[in-house]
């Protein structure tokens, strides 16, 4: 019998998202929350999603832990995985992405999360999408962009797409369905 699938909290997940900066911080390695749900978003509209432990070690940098925090971290972040891949596949779930909740720098780096788990995961069918479907690769694109703070989009180009992020998302999932 399957257990019911118990999303994390807003709390719970905005907990996470701190100690994941912090951790980031003090070993200059990892992912924040946010681009992890961008990641997974990825790899949930994936027909055949790789390996956990073909990104785990890199999103989570827990060497520098304890056993106890290392498998309590782990554990939330498997949990943050399950609530993107059940948002994607379930019409009837709640949850959203933590960025609804914070700041517009979170939506770009959900985007760049997104991208990168489609480049490296799925080049080829990522390639597709952008071809079959320019204006919402150049949202992905746009907002991915901005994350990276490299002065190629401005804020009012970020602007002009933001809201487009996760209609974008399911175009994806859509086209690779």
């Known amino acids: ?17 701190d100690r994941m900066d912090e951790l980031i911080e003090e070993v200059i390695a990892g992912w924040s929350v946010p681009v992890m749900e961008g990641f997974f978003m990825a790899l949930a509209v994936l027909p055949q999603p790789p390996e956990v432990s ?9 060497q520098t832990l304890s056993e106890e925090e290392r498998d309590a971290i782990t554990t939330d ?8 891949c059940d948002y994607l596949r379930n019409e009837d779930s709640e949850w959203v ?5 914070t700041e517009q720098m979170d939506a770009a780096l959900t985007a ?11 080049p080829k069918q990522w390639m597709s999408f952008s071809k ?3 204006k919402s690769a150049a949202t992905i694109r746009t907002m991915a ?7 190629t989009v401005t804020k009012a180009q970020f602007d002009a797409v933001e809201k487009g992020l996760m209609g974008c998302v399911f175009e994806v999932y859509e086209h690779l369905s």
């Open 54 to 62: 073909a990104w785990l070690q890199e999103a989570l940098p827990v």
């Open 132 to 134: 079959e479907n320019r």
């Open 112 to 122: 760049l999360g997104f991208m990168q788990g489609l480049e490296h995961f799925a």
């Open 1 to 17: 019998m399957n257990t019911p699938h118990t999303p994390l909290t807003l709390e719970q997940r905005t907990a996470l998202a």
């Open 97 to 101: 992405p933590l960025f609804v909740h």
């Open 145 to 151: 962009n901005f994350a990276l703070e490299d002065g």
């Open 77 to 84: 972040v498997m949990r943050v995985y399950d609530d993107v």
